[in-house]
């Protein structure tokens, strides 16, 4: 009589073996690069515990689950919850179910999630990526169908995204026809197409490249809301903002109120992402508007549809202007 079937060591049990990330695991046992100390950790522990990954890559021939992987950010960001509901209602009428994942911008938890979704032998998959181009070559060398959705970070992979750089010239269009020299960026995590199209629009429209005005923040309300407050406590010579996400939005406007920087008498203020409390805030914010629930439902599309897939589908974005931008006027005081 046989013993009872064995539990799967999964790749996450190896990567705490070997003390190192999934994201290296994954890549030393799909051949990537790595150097050789880490390369003999990672195997030493795979050959300890018994873990096997040509497991993956057979089940994933083999057979498949049905149904389509989902991995974005922040699901509790409006912009990723209507970017959701384009890939739910598209998938809906192809009668297949989504697994969503949340990686909270992290490339490591983001590794994990594409092995467990790989281990349920699940082939299709959306994502908000993460993680760089070679941080996806294993997944894409384990046979995974993969389409990004509103960030591009490989050529080889069919994409659906934002025409980021045509929606932030024209706003820093609009800000340098209000008179505004001295703009500001707010950007987070994977947002580096936005931030290169803010360096080319102000350069080409004879504003000052000032890098300094390029601020980051990580992946959470907290660090975007420091980003902000920071932001407007160190550069009073600033006059007009551009937040990269409704979230760095949300985050300028509290950080105003806080530090009594009046919108748009003292700072003029233009986000990326309509979303409905923009039109009821005071003053009512400048927004680029741009499609959300569209990118997912191509996105599905592309990942649902058989045959030849155009490498990229770039979908427009339009200024919508409200009350939040004015003329330029002196520079604030330092407190």
Known sequence: ?????????????????????????SRVLSGGSASP??????????????????????NLRRQRTGGVGLLVPDITDSFYA????????????????????????DPEREAELIGALIEQSMDRLIAVPSGDGDMWAPALRAGLNVVFADRRVRTDVPSVVPDDRAGVLTAVEYLAGLGHRRIAFLARHGQSQRVTAFLDA??????????????????????AYAAAAGLLQNHSDVTAVLAGGNVLGEAAVLAARELDVRIPRDVSLIMFDDVPWAELCSPPLTVIAQPAQDIGY??????????????????????????????????????
């Not at 009589?1 to 990567?15: H, L």
């Not at 598209?90 to 297949?96: F, I, Q, V």
């Not at 350069?203 to 980051?216: E, I, K, N, Q, Y």
């Open 202 to 223: 102000t350069a080409s429209l004879g504003l000052p490249v000032d890098r300094d005005l390029v601020v980051h923040a990580r992946a959470s309300r907290d660090s």
């Open 37 to 58: 100390e880490t390369r003999e950790k990672v195997f030493a522990a795979a050959a300890r515990l018994d873990y096997r990954p040509s497991a993956l890559g057979r």
């Open 1 to 25: 009589m046989s013993g009872p079937a064995q539990r799967r060591i999964t790749i996450k049990e190896v990567a705490e073996a070997a003390g190192v990330g999934v994201a290296t695991v």
């Open 82 to 105: 209507r970017l959701a509901d384009g890939v739910l209602s598209c998938a809906r009428s192809y009668g297949e179910p989504v697994t969503i994942g949340v990686t909270g911008d």
């Open 298 to 335: 191509r996105a599905a599309e592309l990942v649902l549809r058989q045959g030849r897939r155009p490498p990229t589908v770039t979908l427009p974005t339009r200024l919508v202007v409200r009350a939040s931008c004015g003329p330029r006027v002196a520079p604030r005081r330092s407190s």
